[in-house]
């Protein structure tokens, strides 16, 4: 059963940043491309590389669409879904993430 998980309070995240968060034993990269309280959370492991540095990726907007550049190989994550723009194959999890009450929140 999913549920809401506190991460951090909203000003804890700078616009046009990503941190990772250690949720129900996961590993999340949540992104914040601008300065409002819209979030995106994803997994924090790169597929091509198997490590664990989504969160320090790129945030990149191409063709109206936010992504996440991995900052080791440079394959780009569709923030909304996980999506692998070079392999589909390779997509990472998303997760739904909401700011309640200033509070950041994770549902897995």
């Known amino acids: ?16 940043t990503g941190v990772c968060a250690l949720v ?7 992104f914040r491309p601008r300065d ?6 994803l997994s924090n492991i790169d597929p091509f590389a ?5 969160s320090r990726g790129i945030i990149a907007e191409h063709e109206g669409t936010l992504w996440v550049a991995s900052p080791l190989k440079k394959q780009r994550f569709r923030l909304s879904d996980g999506y692998c723009m070079e392999d589909e194959t390779r997509s990472v999890a ?3 993430v909401r700011v309640n009450a200033g509070q950041v929140e994770v549902c897995l």
């Open 50 to 54: 198997h490590a664990s540095v989504l």
């Open 94 to 96: 998303a997760w739904p």
């Open 24 to 30: 129900k034993g996961q590993q999340v990269a949540i």
């Open 36 to 41: 409002d309280e819209q979030l995106y959370a």
């Open 1 to 16: 059963m999913s549920q809401w998980n506190p991460v951090c309070p909203l000003t804890e995240i700078l616009p046009v």
